[in-house]
């Protein structure tokens, strides 16, 4: 999520067949998932910008299947593509400078056992053009198609015309503004169209690669057709005039449109709707404006502007003879490049596609799909274009893949926020999903920002040994604040369950979850692993523990794939500002983003690394995605339609009622007894205490396979992060917890057999002893350390 991260200029299905296929159903007597043949059948797990690193072996300890490479823009030119590896992989290189060097790249990849990620900057340059057809019409008045884009219409306060659909030959049945003059009616000049409701998708000046509005041209096209006698006897008569207008209100230019600008290089115009116009030697201007920042001279944020932006495309019409007025297009030039056969460079870019597509990704086994990050809503068109040019090119293989961003997606629209989660999910489907032909859902969450407002446990290694050094601070990359296990485990589930946020961590989950279902197409998840300072743009560090219970949590809602951001760093901390961390360190501290230096991230602002002797960041992102490699048959195996992920302290009673368990239970060291009086187990050692049904900090999902309804499969995931300190007092304990459970004997998923075994599925061993479920017996799954998850199958014994 790129925009999240460079934030300083502006504040990140079924995946083909052969990505995601699934393997067969495991017996029931044993866990033996037959080896996927190839990485075709294996869960993806990768890291974001890993392509930075050159040398396979530095980041071979993160055990990672999936390489990826940003386009390398930063490093001062815009046009750079995968330049650290194949220095002439730039927008404007022919095939014949780079092509050949980049499939040797892709082949070396699958060499190194690891898939393709295609981040192309040919790809990025075209899928992130820009296209607004702003409709004439009334919002009221739009056709059943367009319903969903009622803030691509006007205002229309002391507009003139009529709403009409024209049935004529020119027509088709579209849906426009008429402006009549006698005999049919008389309607006075003035204007047409006037106060665009969404008017913040050209001024985005703040922004970083090709979705910064400052470095493109713009067009903008009127839809507008007259009567073809009228523009050859009137060639000198003011048909409409054109006024664009800036984010502040002044009008940067205005054009009017004569009847000769409708007549072709012969002098003739068939009566038919034009956007292009011909323009001659004494027309002082054409319908454009940039590449500069002319809309918005004094870069605000388009996301700081909402209702005080003053952008508007008006049309105003003379009334000397009829006119029909379908809509006013506005593309950038790289849209006018890609679906304009009119533009001199339609062609190469045709050829661009042709050439990333067949004669690149098809020629290497690693390729997986092409990918970009961040975009807005306007690029919808150009995005579906290549996406379905992808698809064709590739014969079905390949099409493009896009990280749902939630924010990017809808603060183009009046009072975006006031869309819930429910008409959210059906409206990206219908606008993102089904138009650009997705076959992965691709989402995620940062949660962790950083401010005086946000907490870290006092057990991680730093604060228990030098309190005064977890106080936010900028300088030195503290950016919250420490608190005790207890209020801290408070806050952190609060705020990942909250849903007051469009942009929650749950509400990210949910929608991704609910979208996978609905269409049975792949999650692919992406989780916060970086630390970021600049500006007014802040994220704290996560813990070791919070990433792993991130990527388990993803896991538990049914991803299928698990990317982390990011490997890269750059700035010095210290200097308080402009700073990230990702999973490296930059040396020297200062050195630019993707530069060569970087090195693992052993040790975190917290100090967990203890010179070795505790936990490295870098490796237990290694660790966590081994262990996401080995339940990899299984997860590529799990059914849609047979899924569920709980929330035990919200969702406890859902849990009860649809699963196969009577009760979980979570046990904790301390020496005071339960704060209520619940059906608690008899069998509690010394020292360890059950806790209340609002303290159990847990996750639990079930799974089945698609091939074999009998297979049961549970996950458990501890929610608390505190740090263990391997001491005897519970914040010493910090997050650790016993957990214990009880299956439901007359539960229909517990008739196969009266005797169970339950499965570790990472180390392929059975838990404890098997049971007999007519006992109703106390199951103990063992101690779960501070974000962990444990995968597990439910096996019936003859």
């Known amino acids: 999520m790129k925009t999240k991260i460079f934030i300083s200029s502006v504040l990140v299905f079924s995946v083909m067949a052969f990505i995601f296929s699934k393997p067969s159903a495991e017996t029931n007597s044993s ?55 194949v220095s002439t992989d730039k927008l404007n290189e022919p095939f014949s400078n780079y092509g050949q060097q980049i499939i040797t790249l892709l082949n070396n990849n699958q060499t190194n056992g690891m898939r393709t990620l295609m981040d192309r900057v040919k790809i990025e340059y075209l899928a992130y053009g820009a296209r607004s057809d702003y409709q004439a019409e009334d919002s009221s008045f739009l056709a059943p198609q367009l319903q969903d884009h009622w803030f691509y219409t006007y205002r229309n306060a002391g507009t003139v015309g009529v709403n009409e659909i024209d049935n004529s030959s020119y027509g088709n049945g579209v849906r426009v503004k008429h402006c009549r003059t006698a005999p049919t009616s008389t309607d006075p000049p003035g204007y047409v169209v006037k106060g665009l409701k969404t008017n913040r998708e050209q001024i985005d000046m703040n922004s970083v690669y090709w979705i910064d509005d400052k470095i493109h041209k713009w067009f903008v096209k009127p839809r507008i057709r007259i009567d073809s006698n009228f523009a050859r006897n009137n060639p000198n008569t003011n ?41 001659f030697f004494d027309d002082p201007d054409t319908l454009a404006f940039g590449p500069g920042n002319e809309m918005n001279p004094s870069n605000p944020p388009k996301s700081s502007l909402d209702e005080n932006c003053k952008v508007d495309f008006r049309v105003y019409w003379y009334g000397n003879c009829d006119m029909w007025l379908d809509y006013v297009r506005v593309d950038s030039d790289a849209a006018d490049q890609l679906l304009n056969p009119n533009n001199p460079l339609y062609t190469s870019r045709q050829e661009w596609l042709q050439w990333e597509v067949q004669q690149i990704a098809m020629q290497s086994a690693s390729p997986v799909q092409f990918y970009i990050e961040e975009w807005e809503f306007n690029q919808l068109p150009c995005m579906a274009y290549v996406s379905h040019k992808i698809d064709s090119l590739s014969g079905g293989k390949f099409s493009l893949m896009c990280f749902l961003n939630y924010t990017r997606m809808f603060y183009h629209i009046p009072d975006w926020q006031s869309f819930n989660y429910e008409s959210g999910v059906d409206y990206i489907i219908r606008n993102l999903v089904n138009k650009v032909g997705l076959k992965q859902i691709f989402g995620g969450s940062y949660p962790f920002q950083g401010h005086t407002g946000v907490y870290i ?14 106080q936010y601070n900028p300088s030195t990359g503290m950016l919250a604040n420490s608190t005790t296990p207890g209020l801290y485990e408070t806050w952190m589930q609060d705020m990942f369950d909250d849903l007051n946020s469009r942009t929650s961590f749950r509400y990210e989950m949910y929608r991704a979850d609910t979208i996978s279902k609905q269409l049975d197409i792949p999650f692919i998840d992406i989780f916060q692993t970086h630390l970021w300072k600049t500006g007014g ?95 990899g048959p299984a997860l590529m195996s799990f059914d849609n339609a047979n899924r569920h992920s709980y929330i035990y302290r919200i969702e406890r009673e859902a849990l009860l009622s649809e699963s196969y368990f009577t009760e979980i239970y979570s046990l904790k060291i301390s020496n005071s007894p339960p704060a209520c009086e619940e059906d608690f187990p008899e069998d509690i050692p010394f020292n360890w205490v059950a806790e209340c049904k609002p303290e159990k900090y847990l996750q639990v999902a079930t ?32 997050g650790r917890r016993w957990v214990k459970v009880r299956f439901d004997k007359n539960h229909p998923e517990m008739s196969a057999s009266n005797k169970w075994k339950i499965i570790d599925l990472e180390t392929n061993t059975t838990v404890g002893p098997e049971f007999d479920k007519t006992e109703f017996p106390l199951i103990d799954l063992g101690i779960f350390m501070p974000g962990t998850g444990k995968l597990y199958k439910l096996v019936p014994v003859s």
């Open 31 to 85: 866990y033996n998932p037959p080896p996927p043949t190839n990485l075709n059948d294996s869960f993806l797990v990768g890291v974001l910008s890993v392509g930075d690193e050159t040398n396979y072996n530095t980041y071979a300890p993160l055990n990672i299947n999936l390489w990826h490479e940003y386009p390398n823009w930063w490093l001062g030119d815009v046009e750079n593509g995968w330049i650290n590896h």
């Open 239 to 279: 048909i409409c005039r054109i006024e664009i207008v800036k984010w502040n209100g002044d009008t940067l230019k205005t054009i009017t449109l004569r009847g000769r600008n409708f007549l072709d290089g012969s002098g003739n115009y068939n009566g038919h709707y034009k956007e292009e116009y011909k323009y």
């Open 457 to 470: 446990p006092n057990t991680l290694p730093k604060c228990s040994e030098f309190p005064g050094a977890c």
């Open 537 to 631: 743009y802040t994220q704290r560090e996560p813990t070791n523990e919070e990433m792993d219970l991130m990527s388990n949590l993803a896991v538990s809602y049914g991803a299928k794939g698990l990317l982390s951001f990011w490997y890269d760093s750059f700035g010095c901390i210290n200097s308080g500002d402009n700073y990230g961390r990702g999973l490296t360190d930059p040396e020297p501290c200062g050195a630019p983003q993707g530069a060569s230096g970087l090195i693992p991230r052993h040790d975190n602002v917290y100090g967990q690394w203890q010179n070795g002797a505790g936990s490295s960041k870098f490796l237990t992102v290694g660790s966590m995605n081994q262990r996401l490699r080995k339940w």
């Open 703 to 734: 799974f089945k396979t698609i091939s074999a309804e009998s297979n049961r499969y549970f996950m458990i995931v501890n929610r608390r992060c505190s740090p263990y300190k391997n001491g005897l007092s519970e914040d010493d304990n910090g």
